[in-house]
């Protein structure tokens, strides 16, 4: 069985959740005795010898020319024009010689059967769908069984089952929280939703309010989860190691500071929760580990303070740009406690990934949030500030309480295990071929 799957996320520098989706997912295919077909939109000429066209690919990869960051205005102009014109683009295949040092960037190139890429594909591919109403239908040789394509983009594969992973649809039930052009948005989603061979998602929230937004019965999506799948990365082992580690990188103590992971932006809800960290008073520092999105300066006013006053407490806060994800889990690992407020989540994989790695939880009562943690984290109403700052000090406070929430988000993540996580992939695909 082989199967395509589509590198729009897998080849951002920084990751995303939808990137771990996508390695995940690459890992659970080949568990399961799948070959893989990975698809870039890297710039890419067909005339280009095979040999450097695998030397451009990771040049330019390592050069963040993907998602990230546009292509050269030559080869970006070529891609929009090309993408007027009502035909089936060719996909330019990779060679894998094995002569290329991969390094890390398998963390963006997972092992693979064959790679092929289209010069900004995705980002043609919009601007296709906005011309013609349809998707941007792309070709290969021999083409995979199934085409799984982890985003919601608006392109298929000819010859094969085309198939998507919505993972929520947060610019359309939280509009005033996200930068998308919501019209565009939504018809590419009833696009899909009417011509996917097949879809799938993360939770049973994002299954009810994706049948829901879009009319249809809920067992038309399948809810794959996600998976706790932190084998790619050792994790330093409890005790004096990541004792040593933590003092020397961070200048932190092992079980001494609070953790938030994830983007700054208005549906992580950082601005609420540092309002809450400030107005609990405890004296362990909050650590915010996250790169700066859309709107993050009304989430961070109070961290750096109003009139240029610094407000009490806000020196205890400190934040990290961004973290290689190896780094990310060690942090998390030796955290008190993991604080993640979100508004909204598709899964919500930070909290999962605390859970597995046995650090206490407090979290959303909302979203998919209650339903990946289950009775094994602390849960809050995230839009009031008084209850979070109470559950703030109760987690400082109470080691006995950090324990049993340690011990049942150990027990909780096993339901998100790779072994379960690889059988529903597997019984989603044979559904499809069936």
């Known amino acids: 069985m ?21 390695r995940a997912l690459c890992r659970a295919i080949t568990a399961i005795g799948g070959e893989i077909d990975l698809i870039y939109g890297i710039a890419m000429r067909p005339e280009t010898p095979a040999p450097m066209r ?22 970006r102009r070529r891609a929009l024009r090309a993408a007027m014109l009502p035909t089936v683009r060719k996909a330019v295949e990779v060679p ?64 094969a089952r085309n198939v998507y992973t919505l993972h929520d649809i947060v610019p359309l039930v939280m509009p005033y929280a996200s930068l998308e052009d919501k019209a565009y948005y939504k018809a590419m989603l009833q696009w899909l939703v009417d011509n996917a061979s097949g879809l799938c998602t993360v939770s049973e929230a994002s299954r009810h309010d994706i049948s829901g937004m879009f009319g249809m019965a809920a067992d038309r999506i399948d809810n794959l989860y996600q998976a706790a799948d ?71 006013r109070l961290l750096r303070g109003g009139n240029g006053a610094q407000l009490k407490g806000a020196a205890r806060i400190r934040r990290i740009d961004y973290l290689p994800r190896a780094q990310l889990l060690r942090l998390m690992r030796g955290a008190r406690a993991m604080l993640f407020p979100s508004l909204y989540e ?47 000090v109760a987690m400082d406070g109470d080691s006995a309480l950090r324990q ?22 597997a019984l989603f695909y044979e559904k499809l071929l069936k």
């Open 2 to 22: 082989r199967i395509g799957v589509d590198g729009y996320n897998l080849a951002l520098p920084a990751g995303t959740g939808v990137a771990s989706y996508g």
């Open 96 to 159: 894998i010689s094995g002569k290329v040092i991969v390094g890390d960037m398998v963390e963006r190139v997972p092992p693979a059967r064959r790679i092929f890429s289209r010069s900004g594909l995705f980002e043609a591919s919009v601007h296709y769908f906005r011309r013609y109403g349809k998707a941007m239908r792309i070709e290969v040789p021999e083409p995979p069984a199934i085409m799984h394509w982890t985003y919601p983009v608006p392109v298929e594969m000819v010859g």
């Open 54 to 75: 695998e030397t451009l690919f990771y040049s330019r990869l390592g050069e963040q020319l993907s998602l990230g960051q546009k292509p050269k205005m030559t080869l």
């Open 346 to 392: 598709g899964f919500g994989l930070p909290v999962l990934e605390a859970m597995a790695l046995g650090t206490p939880v407090l979290t959303s009562n909302i979203s998919s949030l209650p339903e990946v943690t289950g009775e094994a984290a602390m849960h809050v109403a995230p839009y009031d500030v008084d209850a979070m700052a109470r559950a703030i």
């Open 404 to 425: 049993r929430l340690s011990a049942l988000g150990l027990s909780q993540s096993q339901r998100f295990s790779k072994e379960r996580f690889e059988e529903r992939v």
């Open 230 to 300: 932190l084998g790619e990365h050792p994790v330093m082992p409890a005790g004096d190691d990541l004792r040593l580690w933590l003092d020397r990188l961070f200048d932190l103590e092992l079980g001494g500071y609070f953790l938030f992971a994830g983007a700054i932006e208005p549906k992580k809800n950082v601005g609420r929760l540092i309002e809450a960290y400030l107005q609990s008073g405890v004296e362990t520092p909050l650590v915010i580990v996250g790169r700066e999105g859309w709107r993050a300066e009304p989430e961070l």
